[in-house]
Structures are given as C-alpha cells and as structure tokens.
C-alpha cells in the first residue's frame, strides 16, 4: 500500500516546503508593516500591553487572506519547477504516470488552504476589522482615562489646552496646573491649580482642582472689557472628551458592509435596495471568489509548471508574481466596472476566477509540447557545464593555493557580490510587488470614491516607497544572501574553497561587504528621503481615506511651549522664513511655578539677541497686584528667553523626522522635564536600524552554508523562523523601553547584540 501512494507523497514533499517557506516569508514581511503602520497612528502613547497584542492578532487574519492563496501559488510553481529542471516530470511521464496522479495531491493541498480561507474570509476576517476598531476605540478610552502626559501640552479634549508640571499618571494625580479655554462668547478663561485630578465615568470627566485661580479675560470685540479673578478652593470642570461618543461607537452594530461578517452580510442584502445592495452582492461574492483563489491558484499553478521548460526557483517566483499580479489586476477591473453599473456586481466579482479558470483548464487540456529531445540536449549542456565547472574549480583552487593572499576583491568576491545582487534586487522588486498589492487592496475600497482614484493611488505609492526599502531591505538581504550561499554549499565551491587554503570567514566576507553597503543605503533613505516623503504619503492616505490632512512642519499653526526654566508658557505661530513669532502670547508665573503673574499679547516677537525676545504694540495685563492692570507699549523686551531654534516647529511622528531632527526635538523637552521615552526610543530604533540588515547576513551566511548542501528550503525556513523571532524580540524590547521599564538605548540594541551573537556562535559552529 506504502508503493501505491509514493508518486503522492514525493510531489507533496516537492510542495509543502515551498509553500510554507512562502507563506511564512509573506506572513512576517507583511504583518511586520502593518503592525508598524498601526501602532505609529493609532497608539501616539505608550499603552497596555493587552491593546498591542489585541491589534497584533487582529491585523493577522487580514493577512492571512492574502498571503495562504500566494503561498499555494508559488509552492505549485516552485515545487513542479524543481521536479521539472531534475527531469522527474519527464520520468514519471515516461514510467506512465498520468497527469492527473501528478497533480491531484497539489489540488488537495488546495482544498485544504480553501478551507482555511473560507474560515477567513467568510468569519475572522470581518472580526478582524471589528477588533481593529475595538482597539482604536480601547485606545482612545485608555487616553481619555488618562488624557494628560505631565510635563506635556494637551490638547486632545476638544476646546482645552492643558499642561501639567507634576504628576503621578499611574494614581492621576496632578500639581501645578495651568488650563486655558474659551467660551461661548469667546472670553478666554485661564486656570491654574496647585493640584487637581480627573474622575471618569462612563457618561462623563470632571477635572477637579484643588485651591485654583479662574482669570477670565474679555474678547478683543467684547463691550465689557473687565477682568475677573476669582481663588477658589476646589473647582470642577465638566470635560467633553467625546467618552460617550466612543462608547456608543463600542456598542454600535456594524453598518459598512466591509466589515460584516457572513450572516449580518447575507441579512444586509436581502434588505437593501439600490446601490446599497449592489455594493452588498459585490463584496459576498468577491469574499466567495477569494476564498476558492488558494485551489484556483494550485491548479492554475500546477497547470503552468508542468507546460513550463524552465523549473528553477527564481523563475517560478517571477512567474508567480506576474500570475498574482494579473489575478488581483483583473480583480480590480471586474470591482471597478461592477461599482460603475457595466457589469452585474457578481459578474464583476468572479471575473478574474473565472479567467483564470478557464485558462487554467486550457492548459491541462492542450496538446503538451515535446520536451524529451531539450531534455538530452539540457543533460548534455549540464554534464559539460558540470566538466567545466569542475576544471575552473581546480584551476581556481591551484589560483588560490599559490596566491590566497591575494587583495579583496577576487574575481571570487566579485562573483558573490553579483550573485547577491541580482539576488537582492529580484527579492526586493518581488516583495515591493506583493506589498503595493496588498496595500491596493487595503485602499481600494476608499479609493472608489474618488475620480482621480488611479493617480492618488500612484502617488500614495510613489511616496510610500522609501518607507517601504528601509522595512524590506532586511528581507531582502536575507533572501539574497541565502540564495547565494545556498547555491555556492549546493555547487560544493565551499568545499573547494576551503580546500585552497581559504577559512569561511573569508567566503563570508564578501557578502558581508554587501550587507554593510545595502545597511548604508537604508541609513541615507532614512535620514535624506524618508522624513519628506512620508509626511507626503501620510497626507496623501488621510486624503484617500478621507481625513484630515496632517499639518506640515513649518504650518502656522497655534503652537504652545513652556520656557526651559518653568516662569514662562508661550502660545504662538511661528514663521519659519522669518525666524519670528506671531500674535504670540506670553504666560509668566510666579516663583513657585503655580500662579500667573502677568499676561502679555503682541503682534509680532523677535529675537534682537538669542536670549532677548523683543514684543512689537505689546499689551500686558498685571496680575499680581491688588487691582487688575492693564499696559500697553510700542515694544517690550524680555529676557531669559530660550534661542529662536527652541520655538520651532516640528512634527511629533518619529517616521517623518530624520536623526537628527528627532534628537534636536527631544532635548528640549527632556531640559523641560517631559516624559520622552517613547521618543528617546525611537531615536536609538533610527540609530540601530540599518544594523539589521548585517544581523540578517550573519544569520543567513552560516544557516545557508549549513544547510544548503542538504535542502535550501531548511536553510530559508531556519533564517525566515530566526529573523521573525528577531522582529519579535525587537517589538517586545520596544514596548518595555516605551513603558519606561528599559533604558532608550538598552530596548532598541539589545535584539541586534543578541542575534549578532546567535550569528557569530553559527559562524563559528561552521567547518573553516
């Protein structure tokens, strides 16, 4: 019984690797930045731990939707390759084994990820996108529970600016307090407290102060232009945080028909008329049509692989990804005509299964070439390839022996080099692919909406490409580096190399050389190109998905700042050109850093001396003394003013700030007292990001050498399991450097000395 299903089993050996190999590969590069994207715009803070892992499992379904029918796809394509570039196809043919007996294992591999994806699109997928927007909402909760970073200026409750310069967030408890808001008739109301806190309920906050000073200052257009101060001992400030909002938002059932799982979807249909039940048939059949693309794409693959000549890996890669990108195309198009009434929405929904079917089936059933006279011909061309190989090898190695001292770089070192970069571009170019379909289909739907849909959709990725290599540039330097030594273990040149005289940190040299020359372009992407860039895809994405446009640095925006001392607060526009403040107004408090003692408001403040701010037609108000005054003056100087450089604006998202920006931007709020450790470490992660990329050379160059000479999908499956256990071990570091648990430096380095570590314990483990 155990010969009867032999042919079986070797084409599912042939298979499987590939496809988990694939499929994990896919998985991490594409969960790695999502979760990124998400944890950037959603948590601005440090938060729980329970919300960054309950958003880690929720983008992890919507992942696997793409990425199970990729992984079937290539693995199919893979896999058949090989067996056809070893001539095994030929042979089973030749024994009289049918075509059928070949393929139905890879179909039942097939049925078997169709299940999972049904699973997926059809239940965890809409669960998914509810969870993604439960945590949004905990999140908000979680800050409005909290709202208030001591040492920081609030202004995330609507109408409030509030800043705190003592406090214990974990008991809520806050000293020395200063608010400014404005009421209906636009008086200015400043409030200051020598301690307050915030009580929550589910309907509503209240800021309780304790011995607090209310100045209400009149609007410029008021009739009454009194001043009134009042001391009171304890003051209650009702908060409209929006928690309500959020909670309704929690216990709201879901409307858009996107994020419906199977049944409510089904029941949406059946009620609706118009275009919304258009829209409803389009996404259930689209979610039916992705849930059979994992058997589609193993027949559609199989199909191909066996009318294919050529059967090494990197081509049936490529061809997996022109398959994979004219799937998703047509996909598109049949969505796009199905939204504009040209076709029926479930025409436009099961176009591109259906096309791919049939061509699928047009090649299984068509007349299969001849191939046995290439196939000598190719056995011949390999046996002198081999010959020759062979009698370079030995020339090479008598080379070697008489001159192993020769200067890097050999004509040896300049092969691997080339290897490793036909081998990082092909990579990189394949991952870049997948990654602009998968965001395609993130945006799409948001896309539909606008006219100029395909130019925005350019664009966003244009601008999202730098982004995009510094996050893949690991990947990619991994694959290639395993392509390359794999090949070279496989070819026993190692061996030969080793017999010259040559150790293995020599071989590895080269691909090291590489690996610090790629590390050094993902340092200038990062600091030269990623900072612009991504301030422009962040504004183009607001604007796809229909939000706000986020404020570009330099933006005359009312900005707030507390002197580095604490005597003053400053709330100003700031015009980069002119290195000048406008329409500033200036907080000066009393000693203790509690009460405001004077207010002044001017048109315009510039600096005569880097520590003298000069007020242009300035008016003051005096507070301290018994009676309310109030002066004015052509000009007002004040010193012990921080140098203009302090006043300028920049954005507060580490990704759209170079190095050295971010530096410069959190020292002076760290002279200030203000809790920078999410900053702080996501400075050292600048600093310590292109030393990934050598990480992953020294991980791959010892797994590849290892393993390659037994199985190269060992090797690719050893280094993808380690670099995700990396990207692991890197987010956890992160988040306890951010709850303040690790020091800055400690949480951003330690993951890239203990895998330097584990790939120098794997290079010297190796036969030299």
Known sequence: MSNTRLIERYVVRAVVPYTLASLVLLTAILFAQQTGRYFETIFHTAVPSSLFYGLALALLPTVFVFTIPMAVLSGAIIGFGRMASDSELVAMRAAGISTWRILWPVLALGLVATAATFELNLREAARAQQQLRLVAVRSALYKLDSPVEPRTFTADIPGYVIYVRDGDKSRGEWGRIFIQTQDDAHATHVVTARSGRIDSSPEKSELVLQDAVETRLPAADARDQSYVVERIAQLRIQLRTGRSDLLALMRKPESNPDD?????????????????????????????????????????????????????RGFGVLVSLLVLLIYYLLTIAGDQMARGGSLNPIVGAWLATALTSAFAVALLVSRQRQISSWLKHRAADRSATAAGEVKQTSDASQIRTRHWAASFPTLLDLGIVRTMTASFLFGFVALVLIFNVFTTFELWRFLA???????????????????????????SVLVATLLTYALIARRREAVAWWASG???YRLMLPGLAFAI??????????????????????NLRAKIKGGNITQPAGGAERRWLVSANGSRIYSYEFDTQRQALLRPTIFEFDPAGVEVKRIVNGEEGKWPKPNDLEIEKPQWINLEEARVSRQSAAQLTLSGVDPPSVFRPVLDRPSQLSAARLRDYIKPLKERGAETATLAVALQRKYAGPFSVIVMALIGMPLAISFGRKSTVIALCSAVVVSLAFWLLAGGFQQLGEHALLPPAAAAWAPIAIFSGGGLYFISRLRT
């Open 449 to 475: 909406s606008h006219r100029d849909r395909l130019r925005l959709l350019a664009q966003y990725l244009f601008y999202l490409l730098p982004l995009v290599s510094v996050e893949l540039f690991p990947g």
């Open 517 to 538: 020359l790629i590390a050094g372009g993902s340092w200038l992407i990062q600091e030269r190109v990623m900072p612009q860039s991504n301030v422009r895809q962040d």
């Open 260 to 312: 419906m799982e199977w049944g409510e979807l089904r029941r949406f249909v059946a009620k609706s008329t118009g275009p919304d039940r258009r829209e409803g048939l389009l996404i259930l059949h689209k979610r039916l049509a992705f849930s059979l693309s994992p058997l589609l794409f193993a027949l559609f693959g199989s199909a191909l692989a066996l009318r294919l000549r050529r059967g090494s």
């Open 502 to 504: 040559q150790s293995v």
